[in-house]
């Protein structure tokens, strides 16, 4: 499919199916994350994620979002998103709902027993009690995959508006060559 076949009205319009191959293929090493889904409706983001903290306890993590604030240009490349109500943690029959915030320890020997997965995740993965932002210029391959797809734009390309469809995220891009 080329690009052209995105384009809705002059807007960009990523479904939901991409975004879960790129999520997919972002943690297919990683140990932690074993599985991960995202579905757009009604203007919300619903998050669904299988986490492994060994090979015995899995764990199932819910999250409801929308979507804030935003840049995307030559020097920021982030979204934030606001959680829409506490997260829901599936474990072994017990549902918990709570608030998540996720602050790492400032000391590089307290860290030495964190997985090695997890301390990258959060190199690009805010995790705040209202909300998450994402770094996408920290997210690895996600530049050298915008640099193949869309070549020198990228350093000129910018985003104006970023929208929730029904199962889509509609990006009206816009080229800035000052």
């Known amino acids: 499919m080329s690009i052209l076949d995105y384009l809705i009205h002059g807007n960009l319009a990523i479904r939901q199916e991409i975004i879960n191959k790129f999520l997919k293929n972002l943690i297919q090493e990683n140990r932690l994350v074993q599985d991960i889904e995202l579905k757009i409706s009604r203007g919300l983001i619903n998050l669904e994620a299988t986490l492994c903290s060994s090979e015995a306890s899995t764990y199932k993590v819910n999250l409801v979002m929308s979507l804030s604030n935003f840049a995307f240009n030559r020097n920021s490349r ?101």
Do not use: C, H, W
Request: proline fraction near 7%; aromatic fraction near 8%.
């Open 78 to 178: 982030f979204v934030e998103l606001p959680l829409q109500g506490p997260v829901l943690i599936s474990y072994q029959g017990l549902n918990i709902k709570a608030r998540l915030e996720v602050v790492m320890d400032p000391d590089p020997v307290a860290r030495a027993e964190t997985p090695e997965n997890l301390l990258r995740l959060m190199e690009y993965l805010m995790i705040e009690e209202d909300k998450i932002t994402i770094d996408f210029n920290q997210i690895p391959g996600f530049n050298q995959l915008l640099q193949k797809k869309l070549g020198f734009l990228l350093n000129n390309l910018e985003i104006s508006r970023l929208e929730l469809g029904e199962g889509m995220l509609i990006v009206q891009p816009s080229i800035k060559f000052f």
